[in-house]
């Protein structure tokens, strides 16, 4: 049986950022249940981080942690467009923006044209600019965390489907499809199986709620390079669109499906959707959907992380429920899942942010 000090189930963007905040402290082991880490959510996530998502403690892991997404992203604007029904919301994020110190502007519809030349002028009352949002690179993100706990004598284990959690005296005994591993702690970072991995350690789940989210692609009009177009998002509900590469479009109308955890695939309708809010808001004629797909971000009831030990599970930490910001929180909630495995003070950081443990520990959500 491999011992080590932690393992962490789950080789996304949970699991991996808070095993690099460890590995130089303790000798960290990650289990990853498919062939390679990110192969879920983490994946498929189109990872621009912006402050058009997730509600105000949401917000502040991301302000937390902009600094350090700047090594892996590029910056990229983000034009954030209303209707007329829709400028009360548009007013509410640009206080989010004023709040935050961010660099952004506010237009009226010709000017979110000039940015966005597809843009239907009935389409856009008035937008916000966000001109410091980041694109991040996923893979590289992923990679730089694996390296790291590699470099501190860590290890990740790919194949690694787990079967059983059992307490074994004072510690932990998890048997997976690759052998048996010991550890004291356990952290449990299983995005849309969090729940499941929570019931074999037999602590109680936490309701964690697998939402599917279907992306599309599609070609630019032909001879037009879209690779400066910016991050086009209505402020409610509508479609998000923006580019990948000089001729490609990237496109959701940011459904929200329920559904069982799965290797989520994209459906039908869920696709006709999204190229119908596109074709609406713009001149863009979607003749043929390239490619498509679908990832489960997983929320808890509350949509706020949960990070903290489970009640009645000494040893069993939570790192799940993320939703649909994982990426662009990682770098502050890995320090606040890193300090509350090693039993460390809050970061001072986010506490002066006004955020605790309380906020994001799984006893908020009852017994």
């Known amino acids: 049986m491999e011992t080590a000090w932690v393992v962490v189930i789950g080789g996304g963007i949970a699991g991996l950022s808070v095993a ?6 303790v000798r960290v082991v990650v289990l ?18 912006h402050y058009g998502l997730g509600n105000g403690p949401v917000r502040d892991l ?15 604007p983000a034009l954030h467009i209303a209707s007329e029904a829709q400028t009360g919301l548009l007013d ?4 989010v923006h004023h709040h935050y110190g961010c660099d952004y502007t506010r237009v009226g519809a010709a000017g979110a044209q000039a940015l966005m030349p597809a843009l239907r002028e009935d389409a856009c009352l008035a937008a916000l600019v966000d001109h410091g949002s980041l694109k991040l690179d ?5 990679q730089a965390h694996v390296a790291t706990l590699r470099e501190h004598n860590g290890k990740l284990v790919t194949g690694a489907r787990v079967h059983t959690i059992e307490r074994d005296g004072d510690s932990w005994r998890i048997g ?4 048996t591993f010991g550890a004291a702690i356990v952290v449990n970072a299983a995005g849309a199986w969090a729940d499941e991995i929570a019931r074999l350690a037999g602590a109680a789940p936490i309701g964690i709620a697998p939402r599917r989210r279907t992306v599309i692609s599609f070609a630019a009009p032909e001879g037009k390079d879209v690779s400066r177009w910016p991050f086009t998002k209505t402020v409610g509900e509508g479609f998000y669109i923006l580019p990948e590469g000089r001729g490609q479009l990237l496109a959701s109308s940011m459904d929200e499906g329920a559904s069982d955890p799965c290797d989520a695939a994209p459906e039908e309708l869920d696709k006709a959707v999204a190229a119908d809010r596109v074709e609406q808001a713009t001149t863009l004629a979607i003749r043929r959907i390239g490619h498509a797909w679908a990832g489960l971000r997983s929320f808890a009831p509350d949509e706020l992380p949960v990070i903290g030990e489970a009640a009645g599970a000494r040893g069993f930490f939570w790192c799940a429920g993320q939703g649909g910001a994982g990426f662009q929180t990682s770098p502050a909630l890995s320090r606040i899942a890193a300090a509350a495995v090693l039993g460390e003070p809050f970061p001072e950081d986010c506490a002066a942010a006004g955020l605790s443990a309380a906020f994001f520990s799984p006893a908020r959500l009852g017994p």
């Open 32 to 49: 990853e249940a498919e062939s390679a880490p990110g192969y879920h959510a983490s994946g498929r996530s189109v990872a621009f981080a």
């Open 92 to 95: 509410d994020l640009e206080a």
């Open 138 to 142: 996923t893979h590289a993100m992923l």
């Open 20 to 25: 690099a905040r460890l590995a130089p402290r």
């Open 62 to 76: 991301t302000a937390l942690s902009m600094g350090e997404l700047v090594a892996h992203g590029s910056v990229h």
């Open 176 to 179: 997976t499809s690759k052998g």
